[in-house]
């Protein structure tokens, strides 16, 4: 078991490294990445971003839900407030699904899916949670409508077997 002991030293060969000086709060790469709280999907590993570079959203499954959406707006209202108004944070949202994931265990609890997604229970099945590449289809589908126009939003499926990524939707700009 990781101790804080072990996290406080391991922070301390980071701190000495430096990498976090200059910073900017909003991401240098434009890209928000939406994904799982599974410990081997980690976005910024599987992706290879550098720190700073994109903003990383994780839940469970790595949905859009109505949860995401309202953190979304109010990152929004940072980059507004931060830029004077301009809207020069994140430019492309990539939702990353990933093969294995727990939320297929799930689909046996249709009212927990319900709440989570904030839809009856009758609705959970147009979430496609036993599927990755429809799940994220459905979810790129949610923010191409719910961002401004003008977004990049793409799917991606990470094969937790193989490590490798798939785009399953191709970036394409939202309609807001």
Known sequence: MLTTDELARRNAGFADGGTFAGLKLLPSGGLTVIGCVDPRVDPSHVLGLELGEAAVIRNVGGRVTPATLRMLGMLAKVVEARTGGSRTGAT?????????????????????????????????????????????????????????????????????????????????????
């Open 92 to 176: 492309h949202y990539a939702v990353l699904h990933h093969t294995d994931c727990g939320i297929t265990d799930l689909a046996a609890f249709p009212e927990l899916l319900g709440d989570y997604f904030e839809v009856p229970a009758g609705g959970v099945d147009a979430k496609a949670v036993t599927d990755p590449r429809a799940a994220v289809a459905v979810d790129v589908g949610v923010l191409r409508r719910e961002l401004p126009a003008g977004i990049l939003v793409s799917g991606l499926v990470y094969d937790v077997a193989t490590g490798t990524v798939e785009v399953v939707v191709p970036p394409e700009r939202g309609q807001g």
